[in-house]
């Protein structure tokens, strides 16, 4: 499974998907039209060991009180995450077996090398 989750209302996202070049087999996704479902998030959490890694730590809803101050579980950033789309953290791309998550320089850095590598 091939694809890439992004918000389309985001610039960074747009940005760093323009920059990727993407290949035609790489579905688009826009988790704002599709919020990511379970089979995306478990085939995720195998890649990292923990839905907390895939949490977006600057999410607005984060900051609400009965978050804010709340230790979250395992579970609960599961939950966070199948509830609503702008808890992950963006963008996401899965590309033959390789797992890029999150827009900073050095993970973008290391799709455009595996993709230019394929």
Known sequence: ???F???SSCDTCKRIQKELNLPHEIALIDIKKHPPN???LS????ATGSYESII???AQLLKQPHLKDKKLTEDDYRD???GHYTFLKRPVLVYKNKYFIGNSKN???QARNWLNEQ
Do not use: C, W
Request: proline share 0%; no cysteine.
């Open 1 to 3: 499974m091939n694809f």
């Open 5 to 7: 989750l992004y918000l």
């Open 38 to 40: 379970s089979e995306q």
């Open 43 to 46: 085939l995720l959490y195998e």
């Open 56 to 58: 977006n730590k600057r």
């Open 80 to 82: 966070l995450l199948l």
């Open 107 to 109: 993970t973008i850095e």
